[in-house]
């Protein structure tokens, strides 16, 4: 019973949503009281109970993952699946159940730097937390930044992977540099040091309102489509639909078969957003994608709603055009 309690305890640490309270957490510092309190009033965070917050605790992978995400909204609702996902089918140590799985799957789709074999329960680092963090923000929007090099007396301690967005944790000025001049990469993060860089992380989107990324999706007429059919043999017709897009960042594909009672073959495409981050010409280009199928079917296409990615789905099936 202990144990499921710490369990039910952890998981509620920073993730349950709860209603504002004007109870203040007395345990929290001056820098510390004014961004986790507008967190604990927007439902991201909760305290260990009414009255505290415990900031000195550290904060582990599952906890940090689940505020990120919680706090910066990162969801799946770009993305369509051939099945529905589970924690599994990106990592070795995340059970599907587990409170902060769905989180997991949310951030790994999107991005987030998250290794296969996680240990969920270990502390994180502050530089894998920034990492996470500045990754997480920089799916919304390309916001202004001072260019410039923050310099650290312990430099030579953060992992070149982290460089970048280390920096860019500074220069948004979601943290703040003290007069150290000490990063401390590889030290432990704090509930508090957490919820002070995500309650800034959010004040900082709620002030570049003109530089969110909108969500620009793709023309999607289907008479954008053009299909061309080649015989192959007596049995087998290639296809092969085109589609003018916007610019060499989106992706069209064809992304499975239907065949219908009625004799036709519904051939469903996909035309994919942009990598967020990424930067294009603005030149038209052409979108190509080819398939067989029986020539007793009759093609028609068939639009996806949004990009799908594919977690070990069924092979569909083929029609070899050269059969022996």
Same mark, same amino acid.
């Given at each position: 019973?202990?144990?499921? #309690?710490?369990?039910?305890?952890?998981?509620?640490?920073?993730?349950?949503?709860?209603? %504002?309270?004007?109870?203040?957490?007395?345990?929290?510092?001056?820098?510390? &009281?004014?961004?986790?309190?507008?967190?604990?009033? &927007? %439902?991201?965070?909760?305290?260990?109970?009414?009255?505290?917050?415990?900031?000195?605790?550290?904060?582990?992978?599952?906890?940090?993952?689940?505020?990120?995400?919680?706090?910066?909204?990162?969801?799946?609702?770009? !993305?369509?699946?051939?099945?529905?996902?589970?924690?599994?089918?990106?990592?070795?140590?995340?059970?599907?159940?587990?409170?902060?799985?769905?989180?997991?799957?949310?951030?790994? #789709?999107?991005?987030?730097?998250?290794?296969?074999? !996680? =240990?969920?329960?270990?502390?994180?680092?502050?530089?894998?937390? /920034?990492?996470?963090?500045?990754?997480?923000?920089?799916?919304?929007?390309?916001?202004?930044?001072?260019?410039?090099?923050?310099?650290?007396?312990?430099?030579?301690?953060?992992? @070149?992977?982290?460089?970048?967005?280390?920096?860019?944790?500074?220069?948004?000025?979601?943290?703040? /540099?003290?007069?150290?001049?000490?990063a401390y990469p590889k030290r432990e993060m704090t509930r508090g040091e957490?919820?002070?860089?995500?309650?800034?992380?959010?004040?900082?989107?709620?002030?570049?309102?003109?530089?969110?990324?909108?969500?620009?999706?793709? @023309?999607?007429?289907?008479?954008? !489509? &053009?299909?061309?059919?080649?015989?192959?043999?007596?049995?087998?017709?290639?296809?092969?639909?085109t589609r003018s897009l916007p610019s060499p960042g989106y992706g069209f594909t064809i992304s499975g078969i239907r065949f219908q009672p009625?004799?036709?073959?519904?051939?469903?495409?996909? !035309?994919? =957003?942009?990598?967020?981050?990424?930067?294009?010409?603005?030149?038209?280009?052409?979108? &190509?994608?080819?398939?067989?199928?029986?020539?007793?079917?009759?093609? #028609?296409?068939?639009?996806? /709603?949004?990009?799908?990615?594919?977690? =070990?789905?069924?092979?569909?099936?083929?029609?070899?055009?050269?059969?022996?």
């Amino acid at each position: 019973m202990k144990k499921i #309690v710490t369990l039910v305890s952890t998981a509620a640490l920073l993730c349950t949503v709860s209603a %504002g309270s004007v109870f203040a957490f007395s345990d929290l510092n001056a820098a510390e &009281k004014e961004p986790i309190m507008m967190l604990k009033d &927007k %439902g991201i965070v909760t305290g260990v109970d009414s009255e505290h917050f415990a900031p000195r605790n550290t904060m582990s992978y599952a906890q940090s993952i689940s505020l990120i995400v919680k706090a910066l909204d990162i969801n799946l609702n770009a !993305v369509s699946f051939v099945k529905q996902p589970q924690a599994s089918d990106f990592f070795t140590t995340i059970p599907n159940d587990a409170w902060y799985a769905e989180a997991f799957i949310n951030a790994k #789709v999107n991005g987030l730097d998250i290794a296969k074999d !996680v =240990d969920p329960n270990a502390a994180i680092t502050r530089e894998k937390y /920034a990492n996470l963090l500045v990754t997480a923000l920089e799916l919304k929007g390309t916001f202004p930044m001072v260019k410039m090099m923050v310099l650290f007396d312990d430099n030579d301690q953060i992992d @070149p992977m982290y460089q970048g967005t280390l920096q860019r944790l500074y220069l948004y000025r979601i943290a703040k /540099a003290d007069e150290s001049r000490m990063a401390y990469p590889k030290r432990e993060m704090t509930r508090g040091e957490a919820a002070v860089w995500v309650g800034n992380t959010v004040k900082f989107l709620e002030s570049q309102p003109d530089f969110m990324q909108p969500v620009k999706p793709a @023309p999607d007429q289907q008479d954008d !489509v &053009k299909m061309t059919v080649e015989q192959v043999n007596a049995d087998v017709n290639k296809v092969t639909l085109t589609r003018s897009l916007p610019s060499p960042g989106y992706g069209f594909t064809i992304s499975g078969i239907r065949f219908q009672p009625d004799g036709t073959a519904v051939i469903q495409y996909q !035309v994919s =957003d942009p990598k967020p981050g990424m930067m294009y010409p603005q030149v038209i280009t052409e979108g &190509k994608a080819e398939t067989y199928i029986s020539s007793k079917y009759k093609p #028609v296409t068939e639009r996806e /709603a949004a990009p799908t990615i594919a977690i =070990d789905p069924p092979a569909p099936a083929a029609v070899n055009p050269n059969p022996s």
